[in-house]
């Protein structure tokens, strides 16, 4: 994906998420660390632009609800949780970058439902790659791209890399395919 | 706190561009290689660093509703405590299950230790009965590398006679960082480059150095932070400290006197500890009185540091023998503080180890 | 087997047989009674020093001091063998087989067994032990000062002496006070044997754990200061300076002296004439307490501070490492060599003192305290030959003529020398051929000693005591 691509995969769930909701109210969205949460901005930035209205924005951490802490030898990095709203009978769009297992948001539920009692729970992702580990559906995607376990998926955004963009690669050798989730 | 930034000082090499595989967690440039935490004195300042920082997420999970996180859920940490301490065990009790461990908690006056069953047969009882992870109160130096060299999990060390109490130490930095340094967005709240997270700043443990596991940690920490760090206390209770302070914790050099003014004098950080009745049996003090008198913490004494000085003690503390009552609840005490940084210090330190493979 | 030498016998390798034949080729001889050393060789002939050779000119090229050296049997003034009462320890059978593969061939067993070798029963157990055996080493005997070793009542001193001992100690503690010391020395000044002393003020080492200084301050471990050992040093030979004047026979000997002070009042004390010998063990010459810390370093390779330099390369506490006295400081231990080296130390004792491993693996503070160490002392002091902090005729008199010199006539042996026409006294060890310690090759019972792993010179081969094998090395 060009960074183009990108920006209007932005708009046009920035859209759906509203006409799902049939508006902005009792709408909240939560990036998951670390790309999900620029994501979030953005369409949050996008809502308001289109429709005037600006969401509440959180940032989740799943690193405590990862279920392969000890198949790793190094520490996964804490990046932190900002929830600055009652969750209690909002209805959260979950928003990550590539949805892969489905194993991040399984965590990211979990987390979720810690704080409070959401009245639902939506999921937007930029890139779904298939190979679902889990019954996870998104309920917007950005792009559908097919991939094999090989292959790696690289997002870039401007927020934390250089710049835009979404590249698909062979796995580097040496890594082969992960028999862990792919979260982060 | 922004949204769009991880903690301030975490994520370093993502910032720098190269772009992350998807499909492993971000991992850092401070990998936590430590199986076991048995003092503080091979820590290096990153992973000072890393400890000081998860401990930050972990204060975040603490302000939570349910302050839970299911980071160590299935696995068993076995609390194991031949000395009295309550504070302490349950503290760490508290850390382990907020990690949704499954917590065992031996008081040895209780167990078969008291009919004389040894210590490496403890322990190897305990790692038969499921332990994952083994935190150990001891009164004699070193018997938590005694417990390491046989136990297949991972030993914390919650205190060994006179030498070591790392999660102590950790906490003791954590509280003076948190309250010392400023808010992140005025500027970072992480160890520069040369790890100088106290450079400038005078701290002062006041007391009884001799039996003290608390303050032997904190000569590592504090002087590995850069800290200008002084010792004061009766020069019996000081015994030994001299030779320590001239050649310096790896090098790093401290200040030992007798002269409580001289020590206080300007100091940013004052930490009291504790004088047990049984120094006068052994002949090291004449009475508790005189003690008092001449090296308890008073507000008049206290005067003489910086007006916005931290006060610190590991607790429990002998009110109006090294501290002063008023002293204790004053506006500069942190003490509470300490104690609640604790909880918050030992889950890191727990979430830290576990994730080491053994 | 290194250049050139050779070592010819008929194959008899059970321990305690004659050995009916022996030639040693082209071998570096260590005399230390004729102060001789250099290329030669040795022959035996049923048990005998039949032929001691001194090679000349081109028949010595080729032999040099760092390959096969061939010494007198060493002598230990000072082990532990546990037996009757500690059995669990070590044995007295098992004690002399490791005597042997230290090279020892006359071993002196200490007073405090249980019960104490208070009276001459006690000592017939010993002999008897050790005749059945079947080890040739020379098992001697120290006594015990008072009943019991408790400090009050002096023990059956002539029946003793009468009896045969070497000496008479209360080791394991300092003899109980000044006024039993004076006492026993000027009564066993007339018997012509020495009071031995373990230097120790026990108020100033209650729960002692480690020296005291810059280690142990850091480890957190209580301090064991020198004071204790010279304080009483100082007054036990003003003691014996009072005593010579009505008892001109009365000796003292200071066991495992540790600490600078003491040395130098020993050095004062026999410039000025008075009676004192004195030893050191092997581990306070080549450790010191940086080992605590978990550094392995040779006291003549330590730096000042373990923790800067790079030298902690194992875990800190080891148990193994607590013995009394406890291991010194750099400076203490370099005082210890250079008293061995210029002859204040006039002997070097193992103080070998084995426990089990119940005893012994548990937390530094309630550690049995001793390390067994018969079998490592002759690569501990070859270590500080190697590093040029002693001489190989120093090392080797020290662990012959000089405890042959404190033992005053007692042994069987006539000479701690190679000695033609006398029974066959003899150690055999190669120099270049190093050797790591591990417990399947130690023959001690002795768990948890802080050399295992370790990497030391000079392998025994061979040793032969009274004329018969006491250990050969088979693992060539």
Redesign the interface.
Known sequence: MTADEIRRAVVRISHEIVEKQAGTSGLALV?I??RG??L??RIAEAIEEHEGARLP???L?I????DD??M???????????LPFDLNGLTIVLVD??L?TGRTIRAAM??LV???RPQAIRLAVLVDRGHRELPIRADHVGKNVPTSREE?????LA????SDGV?IER??AG?GA?K?E??? | ?S??E??AG??TP??T?T??????????SV??PHRHLLDVDGLSADEID?VM??T??MR??LA???A????LRGRNVTILFYEASTRTRVSFEVAAKN?SADVVNIAAATSSVTKGESLVDTVRTIEALGADMLVMRHPASGAPYLAAEIFGGSVLNGGDGWHAHPTQALLDLYTIRERLLPAPGAAPRTATASGQLLAGRKVVILGDLLHSRVARSNIWTLTAAGADLWLCGPSTLLRGFEAWASRGAAGRRFTVTSNIDAALRDADVVMALRIQRERMASGLLPSLREYAARYGLTRARLAAARPDALVMHPGPMNEGVEIAPDVAVGTNSVITEQVTNGVAVRMALL??L????S | MTTGATLERLAAGEVGALVVELDIGRAWLVDPASGREGPGEIVVRDGIVEAVTWLEGDEAAGVDPGGVVVAPGFVDLHAHLREPGNEDAETIATGLAAAAHGGFTTVCAMADTTPALDEPSVLARVRAAALASGSPVELLAHGAVTVGRAGEQLAALGELADAGVVGFSDDGAPVGSAAILRNALAYVGTLGLPIVDHAEDPGLTAGAEANDGYVATVLGLRGWPAAAEESVVARDLAVLADVVRDVPGARLHLTHLSTAGALDHVRRAKAAGLPVTCDITPHHLALTDAWLAGARRWAWDAGDDPWTDGAVVAAPYDPGLRVNPPLRSVVEVAACLAALADGTADAVATDHAPHTSVDKDVEFGASAVGIAGIETALGLLLGAVDAGRLTLARAVAALTVGPGIVLGGRSRRRSFGLVEGAPADLVVFDRSDRWTVTPEYLATKGARSPLIGRDLPGRVLLTIADGRLAYEDVSA
């Open positions: 990036g660390q670390r949460v620029p979030a901005q924005v959180g940032a951490d690193t405590f609800y990862r802490l000890s790793i030898a190094q520490q996964p990095v804490v990046k932190g949780t900002d970058d590539v892969y979990d987390a810690d704080f409070g790696v998926v690289r997002v870039h927020e934390t890399d250089a590249e796995a580097p890594y992960p862990v792919a979260v982060g | 706190m949204l769009a991880p903690i975490t994520g993502i910032a561009g772009p992350e595989v998807d499909a492993a967690p971000e991992t850092q990998p936590w890393l920082r998860t930050d997420a975040e999970v939570r509703p349910i839970k996180v299911p980071a990690l979430y830290l576990a994730g080491v493979k």
